[in-house]
């Protein structure tokens, strides 16, 4: 383990945590990572080592069976996940993401149900906003919810639902007419249960199948269809319609701490394949490393790693410690997703021809990286989160 990204203050308790999964990461992940994601295939067996350590209850209380951790033990550990293959830290996010949710917002009973199956992994979860026609604009929804007798009946069609196939909770943001003046009291969350697989997996509920993309494979990505699809009333987020959006927002928010993560994972995975490849590679006589030029780019690289890494820890810490930190989150977000690429994009330089190979791992990280760049809102999202905070944290007064 080298200097670089360390965190200071932890607890025995977390470093244990982290050592185990740095470990598992070495030994179950990096080795067979790009094989599997060159197949496209599902990562079964990791997933089932990830239930024994307990980490889809990560941060769930202890007492619904969890672990009750904080989100920086969390985030720590999708770094690590997200180093050995950035697709397994994403199986486990929007399931975490649901989980918060349940957790923040749910009802007594939503909380005793759903909780500690969730935290063994017997129940998956995923969550829904993003449609076809829009992505970051949530108010542009059209999927609706409307109410008959004891149930709402559901129509609409839902896009980029990662674990959409292996899930068997999916998280839904529906538009409900309540008559509100504002568009985003106008929305609820579902929380439907489903079978996994694809298909019809519930009544009036389909998953088409897989979408075909550049990287991000093994995990599924999937659409959803709701075709008069019937949600009992007591599967309302939270048994209160109209507060879906925010309940959504709060879930993003601890999400995109997530990515900053996964951005910090993949970015020191790249740096380590960079600067060992940079050792073992002669040029004109002498290893690369003896050329000032790939010195100086990898001096860039692992300062933008360590960067990274203090942001996301920051982003974090404020949430655990119950301040708001959508300011912190969309800057780790958007820092850790940009360095990412730049760090991942040198790393393949330094390899040269050998980069654009199948046959070496950081070919698989040139095509994981750009998807951080719009998972939970885009860049141009973040800053305008970023830019609108700051405008009300430096109003001019008088």
Not at 150 to 156: A, I, R
Not at 165 to 173: E, H, I, K, Q, R
Request: hydrophobic share 40%; glycine share 12%.
């Amino acid at each position: 383990m080298g200097r670089l990204a360390q965190t200071d203050g932890l607890t025995e308790v977390q470093r244990e945590i982290l050592a185990t999964v740095r470990t598992f990461v070495d030994k179950e992940i990096i080795p067979v990572a790009t094989e599997l994601e060159h197949r496209d295939e599902y990562p079964a067996e990791i997933v089932e080592g990830m239930k024994a350590m307990g980490l889809f209850g990560l941060m769930i209380p202890e007492e619904y069976g969890g672990l009750g951790e904080s989100l920086l033990t969390y985030a720590l550990v999708v770094e690590e996940i997200a180093r050995g293959w950035m697709s397994v830290s994403g199986i486990i996010n929007t399931h975490f993401i649901v989980a918060y949710m349940i957790k923040q917002h749910g009802t007594d009973e939503q909380k005793a149900y759903y909780l500690p199956k969730m935290a063994e992994g017997e129940i998956r979860g995923a969550f829904s906003m993003s449609e076809p026609h829009c992505g970051s604009d949530v108010s542009a929804i059209r999927t609706k919810a409307v109410p008959d007798g004891e149930f709402h009946v559901l129509n609409g069609q839902k896009m980029w639902l990662t674990n959409g196939g292996s899930a068997n909770l999916v998280a839904v943001l529906t538009k409900t007419e309540l008559g509100e003046d504002s568009v985003y009291r106008n929305m609820t969350t579902f929380l439907i249960d489903k079978e996994s697989g694809f298909g019809e997996t519930r009544p009036g509920l389909t998953i088409p199948g897989k979408i075909d993309k550049m990287g991000y494979k093994g995990v599924d990505t999937t659409e959803m269809v709701l075709d008069n699809c019937r949600v009992p009333a007591d599967r309302i987020l939270g048994g209160v319609p109209g507060k879906g959006f925010y309940q959504m927002m709060d879930g993003v928010e601890v999400g995109r701490v997530n990515v900053a993560a996964r951005g910090c994972g993949v970015a020191q995975r790249a740096f380590e394949l960079g600067i060992r490849y940079a050792q073992q590679r002669e040029t004109f006589g002498k290893p690369l490393t003896g050329h000032q030029a790939i010195q100086f780019k990898l001096a860039e690289m692992a300062t933008k790693v360590e960067a990274a890494h203090a942001m996301m820890v920051n982003a974090a810490r404020k949430k655990d410690a119950g301040e708001r930190n959508d300011l912190e989150a969309g800057m780790a977000k958007y820092l850790a997703s940009e360095y990412c690429k730049e760090v991942v994009e040198d790393a393949f330089r330094i390899h040269g021809g050998y980069g654009f190979s199948k046959e070496f791992e950081i070919e698989r990280l040139y095509r994981e990286a750009p998807m951080l760049l719009i998972g939970e809102g885009t860049a141009e999202i973040q800053k305008m989160i970023i830019g609108r905070r700051l405008l009300e944290d430096y109003k001019l007064r008088g």
